[in-house]
T-cell receptor, first 113, second 116 residues
């Protein structure tokens, strides 16, 4: 069983819709949770960073962490064609420089104009 | 400020050949790492370095060597390429994250490697 599970999709939604992306994990030691966005043939770029449980909002993006359920989510409001990308969740036990990030496999998202 | 750069962008090797994937960063980051990305497997850590002269193994180190002689550069060497090493390789760097620093790893654009 993988430590981090993420539905690979693909997921297609119409422009303007609310998108919900999710990951589950099994290691209760994870404390830091991240969402990366990866455009085709590009490197991942950090989108959201959350410590422990709770919500964090940044513009059209909201990250939620529920440690009791070992479940994290990324919501995208008013989705745009430019949001079409693969979204990777990642998590770690600490934020020290040598701490390993454990990634989900990524969800491929397409926003249809 | 170029961030994290990787060369080459694409490479084809024959089984048994060796090569070096280059990675450089100009952000004075202490921490650098190499990942490989395969379909259905996500990103997996190969090797990492917490500073010049210090390297350590990640999750999938076999068949790869690294060295860190300078803060800026972190090359990845394939000793004897195998078809199982066909993948996309990403280099990443960060400052020592520590405390409440919200920084995380910055990724390069990747190197696509095909081993025949």
């Amino acid at each position: 069983q993988k430590e981090v599970e993420q539905d690979p999709g693909p997921l297609s939604v119409p422009e303007g819709a609310i998108v919900s992306l999710n990951c589950t994990y099994s290691n209760s030691a994870f404390q830091y949770f991240m969402w990366y966005r990866q455009y085709s043939r590009k490197g991942p770029e950090l989108l959201m960073y959350t410590y422990s449980s709770g919500n964090k909002e940044d513009g059209r993006f909201t990250a939620q962490v529920d440690k009791s359920s070992k479940y994290i989510s990324l919501f995208i409001r008013d989705s745009q064609p430019s949001d079409s990308a693969t979204y990777l969740c990642a998590m770690s036990r600490s934020n020290f420089g040598n701490e390993k990030l454990t990634f989900g496999t990524g969800t491929r998202l397409t926003i249809i104009p | 400020n170029a961030g994290v750069t990787q060369t080459p962008k694409f490479q084809v090797l024959k089984t048994g050949q060796s090569m070096t994937l280059q990675c450089a960063q100009d952000m004075n980051h202490e921490y650098m790492s190499w990942y490989r990305q395969d379909p259905g497997m996500g990103l997996r850590l190969i090797h990492y370095s917490v500073g010049a002269g210090i390297t350590d193994q990640g999750e999938v180190p076999n068949g790869y060597n690294v060295s860190r002689s300078t803060t800026e550069d972190f090359p990845l060497r394939l000793l004897s390429a195998a078809p199982s090493q066909t993948s996309v390789y990403f280099c990443a760097s960060s400052r020592d994250l520590g405390q409440e620093n919200q920084e995380t790893q910055y990724f390069g654009p990747g190197t696509r490697l095909l081993v025949l």
